[in-house]
């Protein structure tokens, strides 16, 4: 390590100005990411000490936004639906998306046109998507009443309208928009996959299902990251279905922490529990990103 | 309901004191919960704009606009002497009230919008769910008494 010593002056000063130009470039994505991003969250959890109501102001409570908002069955409710909603949504987008990208890839006649199909509802927002699923899931309009109308006089089907199971009635709308997406990335990746691999497992009598499972998705692993953090953030700040397809309700048994945290931010005007309430939300992101990504990067480092 | 209520009952012709009728506190506590709103007149150095802010703010004052506003809209007067003449049957009733001093303010001027906030989730709640109404009416008292 000291022979190269003095050769490291020049050397840094070298590294420094290799690529001066895309370095210049990239100065203002540099600043919008550390004032903006991290300025933003740096400001957020410090206020979330404060009692700011409709202003900031700087008036230290300790934790008692944090009391407060563990102690409001509102917030309860909200991050149990938000846990719900986030391990099904993950599971089923995955493997749904998966399966259609597999099917897909078996060289089937028409699979642009059925490409189109499974990705158009990607192309709509939460707001229409919630919607048209209030709709779809309307006693009065929708399903039950049309199986009603063939007969079955005591069908049942109102998941929008009962509170124990609410939020599945808004996962069924969020993975009917999201698994096109999913099943895009899955057939790029298995695009990727190189065509010899297959005629290798096939010359070794490796049945079907068995080369997918073992040797063709831990191939596209980076696929599956890719597509688990688009997935992961999309669960996290899942706000304007809710709105559109229930705003909460019935009663509050549909909340999720992105409304309490909007709710109590600008209708109830009181910024130090919003804030506490997105600082919370941050933790949760943060207990799941930090030992992955010390997984992810450290360990590549050491190895 | 709202005033608003009246308003739709005279819209469809009917008339206060024979075809409805207006109980205030549901006829046991004759009490009304006021609130209203506010105009803000900015001072100006034009003298022609300040003398039609005179204008409109004694317009809308005026016992005759309030009444014929208030009989439209189904809400109070905010002044106590109107001509009762024109004043309904429900009008009538609030304006005794009124000038008994049987108010309380509005919930809008008692909390702050986060107490408010609060109060609506838990009555939300009670309203969709198995809650007891002593639970619910415990949940209340904490609210209220941690309102600021």
């Given at each position: 390590?000291?022979?190269?010593?003095?050769?490291?002056?020049?050397?840094?000063?070298?590294?420094?100005?290799?690529?001066?130009?895309?370095?210049?470039?990239?100065?203002?994505?540099?600043?919008?990411?550390?004032?903006?991003?991290?300025?933003?969250?740096?400001?957020?959890?410090?206020?979330?000490?404060?009692?700011?109501?409709?202003?900031?102001?700087?008036?230290?409570?300790?934790?008692?936004?944090?009391?407060?908002?563990?102690?409001?069955?509102?917030?309860?409710?909200?991050?149990?639906?938000?846990?719900?909603?986030?391990?099904?949504?993950?599971?089923?987008?995955?493997?749904?998306?998966?399966?259609?990208?597999?099917?897909?890839?078996?060289?089937?006649?028409?699979?642009?046109?059925?490409?189109?199909?499974?990705?158009?509802?990607?192309?709509?927002?939460?707001?229409?998507?919630?919607?048209?699923?209030?709709?779809?899931?309307?006693?009065?309009?929708?399903?039950?009443?049309?199986?009603?109308?063939?007969?079955?006089?005591?069908?049942?089907?109102?998941?929008?309208?009962?509170?124990?199971?609410?939020?599945?009635?808004?996962?069924?709308?969020?993975?009917?928009?999201?698994?096109?997406?999913?099943?895009?990335?899955?057939?790029?990746?298995?695009?990727?996959?190189?065509?010899?691999?297959?005629?290798?497992?096939?010359?070794?009598?490796?049945?079907?299902?068995?080369?997918?499972?073992?040797?063709?998705?831990?191939?596209?692993?980076?696929?599956?990251?890719?597509?688990?953090?688009?997935?992961?953030?999309?669960?996290?700040?899942?706000?304007?279905?809710?709105?559109?397809?229930?705003?909460?309700?019935?009663?509050?048994?549909?909340?999720?922490?992105?409304?309490?945290?909007?709710?109590?931010?600008?209708?109830?005007?009181?910024?130090?529990?919003?804030?506490?309430?997105?600082?919370?939300?941050?933790?949760?992101?943060?207990?799941?990103?930090?030992?992955?990504?010390?997984?992810?990067?450290?360990?590549?480092?050491?190895? | 309901?709202?005033?608003?209520a009246q308003g739709e009952f005279q819209l469809a012709g009917q008339k206060a004191?024979?075809d409805y009728?207006?109980?205030?506190?549901?006829?046991?506590?004759?009490?009304?919960?006021?609130?209203?709103?506010?105009?803000?007149?900015?001072?100006?150095?034009?003298?022609?704009?300040?003398?039609?802010?005179?204008?409109?703010?004694?317009?809308?004052?005026?016992?005759?606009?309030?009444?014929?506003?208030?009989?439209?809209?189904g809400?109070?007067?905010?002044?106590?002497?109107?001509?009762?003449?024109?004043?309904?049957?429900c009008?009538?009733?609030?304006?005794?009230?009124?000038?008994?001093?049987?108010?309380?303010?509005?919930?809008?001027?008692?909390?702050?919008?986060?107490?408010?906030?609060?109060?609506?989730?838990?009555?939300?709640?009670?309203?969709?769910?198995?809650?007891?109404?002593?639970?619910?009416?415990?949940?209340?008292?904490?609210?209220?008494?941690?309102?600021?």
């Open positions: 390590m000291t022979y190269d010593g003095p050769r490291r002056t020049p050397a840094g000063l070298n590294q420094l100005l290799r690529n001066l130009n895309a370095k210049i470039a990239s100065i203002p994505m540099i600043l919008t990411a550390v004032v903006i991003f991290l300025g933003g969250t740096l400001w957020t959890v410090f206020y979330s000490f404060t009692n700011s109501k409709l202003l900031p102001r700087l008036s230290f409570v300790g934790l008692d936004q944090y009391e407060r908002l563990w102690a409001a069955p509102r917030w309860l409710i909200s991050i149990q639906n938000l846990a719900v909603y986030g391990l099904f949504s993950l599971i089923f987008s995955l493997v749904i998306g998966f399966l259609l990208a597999a099917l897909m890839d078996q060289k089937i006649r028409f699979e642009n046109t059925f490409r189109t199909i499974f990705l158009y509802p990607f192309a709509l927002s939460f707001i229409v998507t919630g919607l048209v699923w209030q709709w779809i899931l309307n006693p009065e309009f929708g399903i039950q009443s049309v199986v009603r109308s063939l007969g079955w006089s005591s069908f049942t089907f109102d998941p929008l309208y009962n509170s124990d199971i609410v939020i599945y009635g808004i996962l069924i709308a969020a993975l009917w928009q999201g698994t096109g997406l999913v099943m895009c990335l899955m057939l790029a990746g298995l695009r990727g996959i190189d065509e010899d691999i297959w005629k290798a497992a096939r010359v070794d009598g490796i049945p079907m299902w068995k080369t997918y499972l073992f040797i063709i998705i831990p191939m596209m692993r980076a696929v599956f990251i890719t597509t688990l953090v688009i997935i992961a953030s999309g669960i996290v700040k899942v706000y304007d279905l809710v709105v559109a397809q229930t705003s909460g309700g019935p009663g509050i048994a549909s909340e999720v922490p992105a409304k309490y945290v909007y709710d109590y931010m600008f209708q109830a005007q009181n910024l130090g529990q919003g804030f506490a309430a997105s600082t919370m939300m941050l933790i949760t992101v943060a207990i799941i990103i930090v030992p992955w990504a010390y997984l992810e990067f450290g360990g590549r480092k050491r190895g | 309901m709202g005033d608003w004191g024979t009728t207006c109980l205030p506190g549901l006829g046991v506590n004759e009490i009304i919960s006021t609130g209203g709103d506010a105009f803000y007149f900015p001072l100006l150095k034009d003298e022609e704009k300040s003398k039609a802010q005179e204008v409109l703010a004694s317009t809308l004052l005026n016992p005759a606009t309030q009444v014929a506003f208030n009989l439209k809209k809400s109070l007067p905010v002044r106590g002497d109107v001509d009762l003449a024109a004043a309904n049957d009008m009538k009733k609030g304006l005794e009230i009124l000038a008994k001093g049987n108010v309380i303010q509005g919930t809008d001027q008692l909390l702050s919008a986060d107490s408010q906030k609060q109060k609506e989730d838990l009555f939300s709640e009670f309203f969709a769910s198995s809650m007891t109404p002593e639970d619910a009416q415990k949940r209340f008292a904490d609210i209220i008494a941690s309102a600021d």
